[in-house]
């Protein structure tokens, strides 16, 4: 079975600081990888994907990702952060080829950007 | 608004009794996911359709839950003799294609509070 390890539960940062979410995973194949945004009482938006080619991968609002496969590792990065992306952070996992598209999420990361 | 719509938003039930909540998907999704997430953790996958199928189901998701998908359209998912540790956010998420790579879109969730 696969299973996903968000290293931060909290992160506070100041504002136009860069951040840094660390995510960890295990699996016996391979995987794609995701990393989601959660705003107060709303549902998950997803902000970058890697499926396959650039182990760099861009997103929106900014944020980047990095895949390293001898580390396990999909952390994700932005270089300058604003008030706006305080929300709670989930780094999550598919199966190569399996059927469906059946996530398994991480414990999450809540970023509180400071003024 | 032609995301995915669940109803209703929030829940308060007293334990023992029933409830029901409903997805409508974004019109063209073949895929249907359930998912829940308590209080400060990542979402847990409970149950996928493909259209009308119901293709996998959790461990998480016991005898006292069911989840339907009548023609293919909205679901819903029902929770028989609540009890308190049922109290979560209950998230549905659609997809199109047969594609793995294809991304899920997340409702706003209900939560469910049982008293």
């Known amino acids: 079975a696969q299973s996903v390890t968000q290293l931060d539960s909290q992160v506070p940062v100041f504002e136009e600081a860069p951040v840094e979410l660390r995510c960890n995973y295990s699996?016996?194949?391979?995987?794609?990888l995701f990393w989601y945004v959660q705003y107060p009482n709303q549902g998950l938006q997803l902000l970058l994907k890697?499926?396959?080619?650039?182990?760099l991968v861009k997103g929106i609002n900014g944020f980047e990702a990095e895949f390293n496969k001898s580390q396990t590792s999909f952390h994700l990065r932005k270089p300058s952060v604003h008030i706006s992306d305080t929300a709670e952070y989930f780094c999550?996992?598919?199966?190569?080829?399996?059927?469906?598209?059946?996530?398994?999420f991480g414990g999450g990361t809540r970023v509180l950007v400071k003024p | 608004d032609t995301g995915v719509s669940q109803n209703p938003r929030h829940k308060i039930t007293k334990r023992g009794q029933n409830v029901t909540f409903r997805c409508d998907p974004i019109s063209e999704h073949n895929r249907l996911y359930w998912y829940r997430q308590t209080l400060g953790q990542g979402p847990e996958f409970l149950t996928y359709?493909?259209?009308?199928?119901?293709?996998?189901k959790s461990r998480l998701l016991s005898d006292r839950f069911s989840a339907e998908r009548p023609k293919g359209s909205f679901s819903t998912l029902e929770i028989q003799r609540t009890e308190q540790g049922d109290s979560a956010m209950y998230l549905c998420?659609?997809?199109?294609?047969?594609?793995?790579?294809?991304?899920?879109?997340f409702g706003q969730g209900t939560r469910l509070t049982v008293v």
């Open positions: 359709f493909q259209n009308e199928a119901q293709l996998e």
């Open positions: 998420a659609s997809s199109s294609g047969t594609s793995q790579n294809t991304e899920a879109f």
């Open positions: 890697y499926l396959s080619g650039s182990t």
């Open positions: 699996s016996s194949v391979s995987v794609y």
């Open positions: 999550a996992v598919s199966l190569f080829r399996a059927a469906g598209n059946k996530l398994t």
